[in-house]
């Protein structure tokens, strides 16, 4: 089987010193950010770095810190959702797994590294399994590759791309060699669409990513809603714009949209504490607490005799 080829890091750097607000705090870069461009500020908030904030994450900057401490003071149970919807995923990864046989995942938003790891999800069901995960923070990238690249060479690989620009992000060498021997793969969009607006026309950058997949595969969709507590909604929205993140909660209507050309698997596009639960989901959970549609569809039928998932 071919092996993921991932781009060489660059040498470490020597720490440079950079200004990242307006009273030009001095603060010196990390060495581990080969990826950083100047200008850039070090201590903004990113949705990925909030996230792992929220789910007991040490990792995150002062200013994901300060969205995460925020949003589970105004929303009780905020952080409880974000693992509702994680959980999701990962269930969801397991039955693909297991009963598609998908060896090869394309996580897209990979965000900081969370335990478990979605590779140890998708190889402790089958170790033959390969991961690239695909992030544009050059934080989180420098992260994913210190942590988890060396661990399993050929069968993990982290590379920079957006969902903005999904041919970029096609042509990069890792999902190359991933897509490489033209088995289905599973692509996994956990949040990235709810931070792209309509004006971006998210619809179509999710069907220009699922053309360039192999006939067969699998899209594992999450998005956050308004639809069960529109007020809880208005205050996060305000809290994300604050730190200059423009978040964008749909209905059900819009986010069954972006799958209108696949076939969805039982049980639908449902609130993700209903997508079949098992021992370790968040019954207790409701949908308003949730607030996030999931989903699993395919891109197109497979051949007679292939398994599926009812």
């Known amino acids: 089987m071919a092996t993921l080829q991932e781009p060489q890091s660059p040498p470490q750097a020597r720490r440079r010193l950079v200004t990242t607000d307006a009273a030009h705090t001095a603060v010196l870069a990390p060495a581990y950010l080969h990826d950083w461009e100047p200008g850039a500020p070090l201590d903004r908030a990113l949705p990925g770095r909030i996230d792992h904030q929220l789910l007991g994450g040490k990792d995150g900057l002062r200013g994901d810190r300060t969205a995460a401490e925020q949003l589970s003071a105004a929303v009780p149970g905020f952080a409880e959702s974000v693992r509702a ?21 394309l996580v897209l938003g ?40 060396c661990q399993l060479p ?9 969902l903005r620009d999904p041919q970029q992000l096609l042509d990069s060498g890792a999902v190359r060699s991933l897509l490489a021997a033209g088995q289905p793969v599973a692509l996994v969009l956990e949040s990235a669409l709810e931070f792209i607006s309509d ?20 899209l594992v969709l999450l998005h956050a809603t308004a639809d069960f507590a529109p007020s809880s909604w208005q205050t996060i929205t305000e809290i994300y ?42 019954a207790e959970l409701g949908d308003a607490a949730v607030s996030r549609y999931g989903a699993i569809a395919r891109l197109s039928v497979p051949a007679a005799g292939a398994g599926g998932v009812a």
Not at 199 to 218: F, N
Request: charged fraction near 30%.
């Open 85 to 105: 919807r994680r959980r999701f995923v990962e269930r969801a990864l397991c039955r693909l797994v297991r009963e598609e046989h998908i060896r090869e995942v």
């Open 110 to 149: 990979a965000g900081l590294p969370s335990l478990p790891h979605l590779h140890e999800v998708v190889q402790a069901e089958d170790p033959r399994g390969r991961v690239v995960y695909v992030d544009h923070d050059p934080i989180v990238l420098s992260h994913l590759r210190a942590k988890l690249t």
């Open 154 to 162: 050929g069968r993990l690989a982290v590379v920079r791309g957006h």
């Open 199 to 218: 004006e971006e026309d998210p619809r179509l950058l999710v069907a220009e990513l699922m053309k360039g997949l192999p006939r067969g595969s699998w």
């Open 241 to 282: 714009r604050s730190h200059g993140i423009k978040i964008y909660p749909r209905s059900l209507e819009q986010i069954a949209a972006f799958m209108d050309r696949m076939l969805l698997a039982a049980p639908g596009l449902v609130a993700v504490n209903q997508w079949y639960l098992d021992e370790r989901a968040l």
